[in-house]
DNA sequence: CACGTTACCAGACAATCGTTTGGTAGATAA
DNA sequence: TTATCTACCAAACGATTGTCTGGTAACGTG
């Protein structure tokens, strides 16, 4: 055993499955081989056998472990007692912070979830559509707060909001630049800025 | 021949092409077989290699022709006599309306670049950061005439916005809702309304 | 008619893939 | 000491992959 490969002080299981995870990263799950994912580790493809059931058994748990941490996020928000605004800062804050500190499994989890099997897939479908509500409910509590712009779309906000936030693993780079909890309040800004400042601007236009 | 299974008047080239760019988008590049994409032409997987070199031949065309139709659009815009801010908003528009016309293209796009050779990867690179510093001058020009807030970083409004706009094919269906200039015109007011609007909300922040 | 070109098909190729099997050195327990 | 369990290795498996080869029917051109 190399002590150099071998992580800190969790078990070897989990070594597996953070390798797994970095390998998904790097090359995308269709393209990652049993093999590298071994190789991170330091065994040959067949012992990882001991360990998992199958490849996609590697990727689903991927998605098992971040579903738990966003749920705690999202409880978090729901029991601030402050305006709907802060609320949405808050969450924009830390589910940035979130991204930032997983940028591997963030885009592995936003990127393969096509690869796990219909079952997962409904899950995850389920789970997305969740953050959605729960971001909607926000816009829409602002707006009922008179803190938001009056033309504004909470639907199309979402959308975009959580499309950047998924941004942020494929551009943000560990060494260097801002911190990421700068980053993230400065996405957090940015959110609150043109939840309040669209109002003037969708004078005029027509519902397509 | 079928001619319900071949397209309307163009080359059996494209339709190659035009095949290849659904099936890379349905099933990502590396887990659609090139026996895929012959079934989808009509044809057997050997047949293929009359039209094209190889597999990542099929990919790197998807490649070319959008860096095209971004260089045409980022030339309407520079060529615009109209205030910074318009033209940020012209070019949130198009480049908007440009992912919900090409929802195919523009996903596999920017999801599946991985998968080129080291080559045509810096191109790539290249190209983004070409979009990138063009938004940023933007923003600084946005900034310059005083129509945007103060604590703005032009950096982070840049990846915030094109992670944004990436995000458009994964959530976009094409029947029912609104029009696509609708959707491409809410998403222009959206970064109009965060630019202006972030002003007082960056008080007080430290560079961390 | 002869001839070259177009647009494929049928079949094979070596390589790689995820997975299974049988075995085994070393630690632990009885 | 003997038996059991842990953590692997070595080797093979069938399936699938991208690609290549040789052939050929249909067609336009001289």
Redesign the interface.
């Known amino acids: 055993m190399d002590p150099t490969v071998v992580g800190t002080r969790q078990s070897r299981r989990d070594d597996v499955l953070d390798a797994a995870i970095e390998v998904f990263h790097d090359?995308?799950?269709?393209?990652a081989s049993i093999q590298d994912v071994a190789e991170r580790v330091g065994v040959l493809k067949g012992s990882l056998y001991y360990y998992i059931d199958s490849k996609e058994d590697l990727l689903s748990h991927v998605f098992d472990t971040s579903d738990e941490q966003s749920r705690a996020i999202m409880e978090g928000v729901t029991e601030m007692d402050a305006p709907a605004l802060e609320k949405l800062r808050s969450f924009v804050y830390e589910w940035s912070l979130w991204h930032l500190s997983n940028l591997e499994r963030a885009s592995v989890y936003f990127?393969e979830w096509?690869?796990l099997d219909g079952r997962q897939q409904g899950a995850v479908r389920r789970k997305r559509r969740e953050y959605e509500g729960f971001l909607i409910d926000l816009l829409e509590a602002t707006k009922a707060e008179g803190q938001a712009?009056a033309?504004l779309?909470p639907r199309?906000?979402c959308?975009?909001?959580?499309?950047?936030?998924?941004?942020?693993p494929?551009?943000y780079r560990d060494q260097g630049g801002?911190?990421a909890?700068?980053?993230a309040?400065?996405?957090a800004?940015?959110?609150?800025?043109?939840v309040?400042?669209?109002?003037a601007?969708?004078r005029g236009?027509?519902?397509?």
Request: no cysteine; net charge positive; charged share 20%.
């Open positions: 090359k995308g799950y269709a393209a990127r096509r690869h712009a033309g779309d199309y906000v959308f975009f909001t959580l499309s950047a936030l998924n941004g942020l494929s551009w801002d911190s909890e700068y980053i309040g400065a996405y800004e940015m959110v609150v800025g043109m309040r400042g669209t109002a601007a969708s236009r027509v519902r397509g």
